[in-house]
């Protein structure tokens, strides 16, 4: 069955950087695009943008250019986002959702169980 | 970018039926996706392409979209259906591509 496992919950203090990984499992990775969520606390959805898992090339929404690099291990099935300088704004859920059909993102049928990063000094 | 408004919260008796809506410019020429987050777990996908539903999801889950609104529609509502509701869209030609909705708390009384 498919499965999309994360990393744990990370602190950090603002300025530093994280990477939160996100194993896939139980398709073929290089046949769907990867794509990142964030949830701040309290708040809505809010779409990050994708990889492409075929030829690594990321797409990033308005808002999340610049200290957001999205990346992909392939030899192990993985995605994973990197935030640097870090703000406490970054403080939110990070999930990794996986589209129902291939490389288009048009809806998201699996979904990570989500990475909780807090940046407090 | 394109947005989706959503009401902030919809409260439905157990048994009665429960509708969200979700408003967009011309939203009727887009495929519609609906969402079901329960406190501290991932969103489920519970309705997609206006009105199909995964496998796994009750009947009791339906949706319909014309003209500027979208509507999921929960009959039969049951306190198990207690959830925040996210309506989405795609649109390749927007910047972001994917756009959610603000979401709706649905409170079963």
């Known amino acids: 069955q498919v499965q999309l496992v994360q990393s744990g919950s990370e602190l950090k203090k603002p300025g530093a950087s994280v990477k939160v990984s996100c194993k896939a499992s139980?398709?073929?990775?290089?046949?769907?695009?990867m794509n990142w969520v964030r949830q701040a606390p309290g708040q809505g959805l809010e779409w990050m943008g994708w990889i492409n898992t075929n030829t690594g090339n990321p797409t990033y929404a308005q808002g999340f250019t610049g200290r957001f690099v999205f990346s992909l291990d392939t030899s192990v099935s993985t995605a994973y986002l990197q935030i640097s300088s870090l703000k406490a704004e970054d403080t939110a859920v990070y999930y990794c959702a996986r589209p129902s059909s291939g490389m288009v993102p048009a809806n998201f049928d699996y979904w990570g169980q989500g990475t909780l990063v807090t940046v407090s000094s | 970018s394109y947005v989706l408004t959503q009401p902030p919260s919809v409260s439905v008796a157990p048994g009665q039926t429960a509708r969200i809506t979700c408003g967009g410019n011309?939203?009727?020429?887009?495929?519609v996706h609906w969402y079901q987050q329960k406190p501290g777990q991932a969103p489920v996908l519970v309705v997609y392409d206006d009105s199909d539903r995964p496998s796994g999801i009750p009947e009791r889950f339906s949706g319909s979209n014309s003209g500027n609104t979208a509507t999921l529609t929960i009959s039969r509502v049951e306190a198990g259906d207690e959830a925040d509701y996210y309506c989405q869209v795609w649109d390749s030609s927007s910047d972001p591509y994917v756009v959610f909705g603000g979401g709706t708390k649905l409170t079963v009384l």
């Open positions: 011309n939203i009727g020429s887009k495929s």
């Open positions: 139980g398709y073929t990775f290089t046949s769907y695009a």
